[in-house]
C-alpha cells in the first residue's frame, strides 16, 4: 500500500462491501435469507448531500450480511418522498449490483491524493444509520469517486465498525465468511480499470480470462474488527469473457457489476445442504453459482 510522506495511509486496503439495490427491500430481503444469510435489523440511512451541507434523513436504507471479512449491502427505497441516494437511479439501470466499496485507513490521506491526481473531489462525505431501531449511530467517511458510470465506486472508512459487525447478526446457515472478489463487465475494460486504480490508488494486472484485475493487498481490521490479512479483488472483463467465470449470466447494459465470490468456511458443505432443490452452477473446484434470479439480480459464487 502507498502512503504520504508523512507516513499517512493513502490507498486502498481491501474490498469492504458490495451493494446489491432494489426499488422494493423486502423481496430482496427474502431472496437472501433463503440463501442462508442472517441479516442485521432494517437501518433507514442519512447523510449530507454535500460536504458543508446539513445532515438530513434519506429514503434510502438497507439490511447487512455481515462476515469476518467485509459484508454484502442491500439497499433499496424506505420512503420515496425522501432523497434516494442514487438506488433509484441505480434500479433503473437494472436490479443488481451496484455499489464497491473499498476500505482505507486515512480518508484525509486518500482525499490528498486524489486532489493531487486531478480529481475534483469536494471533500469528505460522511453517512450514517441506526445499526437497529432506537439503536446507537453507526458512522462512515466516504470518498465516492465522482460520476462513475459502473456506480457508486467509493473509498470508505468506519468510523464504529464495532456497532456493525456484530456477532449476534453474523451466524449464516451457508457458512460465508468472506468477500473475496468483485467481477465486472465493461465495454471498456481498459477504461474501467483505469478509474478503478486510480480511486485506490493501487496497480493494475491483466486478468488471466481478458480484461484487467486489482488486487487489494488487505490489512488487519480493515473490512471488520476481526479481519485478517487477505487479499481480494476486482475483475473488470470484456463482455466475451463472463461466460468464462459466471456461465449463464446476461448483461443487462453496460457497464455492469455481474457478480460476487464469496468464501465458506466449510467448502460449500452447508449451502449445498441449504440450498437443496436449487438450480445452481456447479463450477471448477467445488464451488457453486448461485443465478442472478436467485440473489436480486447479482450472481453469487460461494466455495
Known amino acids: 500500500m502507498s502512503g504520504t510522506a508523512d507516513g499517512r495511509m493513502s490507498s486502498a486496503a481491501a474490498l469492504d462491501h458490495v451493494g446489491v439495490a432494489a426499488q422494493d427491500l423486502a423481496p430482496l430481503v427474502a431472496q437472501y435469507k433463503r440463501l442462508g444469510f442472517d441479516l442485521s435489523p432494517l437501518a433507514q440511512q442519512s447523510g449530507k448531500r454535500r460536504p458543508d451541507g446539513p445532515t438530513e434523513l434519506f429514503g434510502s436504507g438497507n439490511r447487512c450480511a455481515f462476515f ?4 454484502i449491502e442491500l439497499i433499496g427505497i424506505l420512503d420515496p418522498a425522501l432523497f434516494g441516494n442514487a438506488v433509484d437511479q441505480f434500479v433503473a439501470r437494472y436490479a443488481g449490483l451496484h455499489i464497491a466499496a473499498f476500505a482505507m485507513q486515512d480518508e484525509a490521506a486518500n482525499l490528498d491524493r486524489l486532489r493531487a491526481g486531478g480529481l475534483a473531489i469536494p471533500g469528505i462525505a460522511y453517512l450514517e444509520r441506526p445499526v437497529e431501531a432506537g439503536g446507537p449511530i453507526a458512522r ?5 469517486f465522482p460520476d462513475a458510470p459502473e456506480g457508486r465506486v467509493q473509498l470508505i472508512r468506519h468510523l464504529t465498525p464495532e456497532l456493525v459487525w456484530q456477532p449476534r447478526w453474523m451466524n449464516h446457515a451457508n457458512k460465508v465468511e468472506a468477500l473475496e472478489a468483485l467481477v465486472m463487465v465493461s465495454a471498456n475494460p481498459a477504461e474501467t480499470a483505469a ?10 494486472e491483466p486478468d488471466p480470462v481478458g480484461g484487467f484485475r486489482l488486487v487489494l493487498p488487505g490489512a488487519a481490521g480493515a473490512a471488520g474488527p476481526e479481519a485478517p490479512v487477505m487479499q481480494t479483488q476486482v475483475r473488470m472483463l470484456p463482455p466475451e469473457a463472463l461466460a468464462s467465470v459466471l456461465p449463464g449470466v446476461e448483461v443487462p447494459c453496460l457497464p455492469f457489476m455481474a457478480g460476487m465470490v464469496l468464501r465458506t468456511s466449510d467448502a460449500t458443505q452447508a449451502a449445498r445442504q441449504l440450498l437443496t432443490g436449487l438450480p445452481l452452477v456447479e463450477l471448477p473446484g467445488g464451488a457453486l453459482l448461485v443465478p442472478p434470479a436467485l440473489a436480486g439480480g447479482a450472481a453469487l459464487v460461494l466455495r
Open 68 to 71: 469476518r471479512h467485509g459484508y
Open 140 to 144: 462512515f467517511a466516504r470518498l465516492p
Open 195 to 204: 478509474r478503478f486504480s486510480r480511486l485506490t490508488g493501487l496497480p493494475l
